[in-house]
Structures are given as structure tokens and as C-alpha cells.
């Protein structure tokens, strides 16, 4: 049974830093792509940061620059670095993961904004407020 547990959000003020892990199980972690996505009240989700099997990163023009996603496959977790943080990435964050062979970055980057991914975690709360 996959599971995928969030951990790390909480409230920060502009420009303050945050990094969220996704610990995850039921799963071989290191062949699966997986990802991040976020929700805020009355948006539509956004797929921010994704990375496949290989390694390979991709993230939304929202958050390049400022956000740095990985994963430790001995620990089965995945990574999400937020600097340099911005009210406007106040949102529910969700881990996401999809065994599907061969899937890149970039098409999780898509599939996870459409809600495609085949698991993800319940969510937790990142709000950046003074």
C-alpha cells in the first residue's frame, strides 16, 4: 500500500525559507517519478516541482529560482527547498508519485496541475504572512 506523508509546512514571512519532506512506503521509492503540487483557496492546483527516476527536475515558472526539489532514495523521502518565499505561494502542498515507466519531470510537472498522478499525500499547510 503506497503511502506518501508530508511534513515541514507551517507559517513563514515574505522572503523566509521552508523545506518540506514526503516520506514515502509500499513502494519501490526510486523507480516512481514524483513531485509537488499546491492548492490555494478558490485556484486552480499547480503542479510546482517534479523529478523523475533519473534525477532529471522540473518546476513551474512560478517557483524557478526560488525552489529546489530531491530525494534521498535510502531514506525513501522526497524534498522540497522553498527560499525566498512569497504570500503568493501560500497554499496546501501535496506529495504526489506515479510508477508509470518512463515518465520525465516535465510530464509530471503537467499531470500533477491535472490531477493525474496516481498517489499523493494529504496535504499540509504553507502560509507566508508578515
Known amino acids: 500500500q503506497v503511502q506518501l506523508v508530508e511534513s515541514g509546512g507551517g507559517s513563514v514571512p515574505p522572503g523566509g525559507s521552508l523545506r518540506l519532506s514526503c516520506k514515502a512506503s509500499g513502494y519501490t521509492f526510486s523507480s516512481y517519478c514524483m513531485g509537488w503540487f499546491r492548492q490555494a483557496p478558490g485556484k486552480e492546483r499547480e503542479g510546482v516541482a517534479a523529478i523523475d527516476s533519473d534525477g532529471s527536475t522540473s518546476y513551474a515558472d512560478s517557483v524557478k529560482g526560488r525552489f529546489t526539489i530531491s530525494k534521498d532514495n535510502a531514506k525513501n523521502t522526497l524534498y522540497l527547498q522553498m527560499n525566498s518565499l512569497k504570500p503568493e505561494d501560500t497554499a496546501m502542498y501535496y506529495c504526489?508519485?506515479?510508477?508509470?515507466?518512463?515518465?520525465?519531470?516535465?510530464?509530471?510537472?503537467?499531470?500533477?496541475?491535472?490531477?493525474?498522478?496516481?498517489?499523493w499525500g494529504t496535504g499540509i499547510l504553507v502560509t507566508i504572512s508578515s
Open positions: 504526489a508519485a506515479d510508477p508509470t515507466p518512463r515518465m520525465t519531470a516535465i510530464q509530471a510537472l503537467g499531470i500533477m496541475t491535472l490531477g493525474g498522478m496516481n498517489y
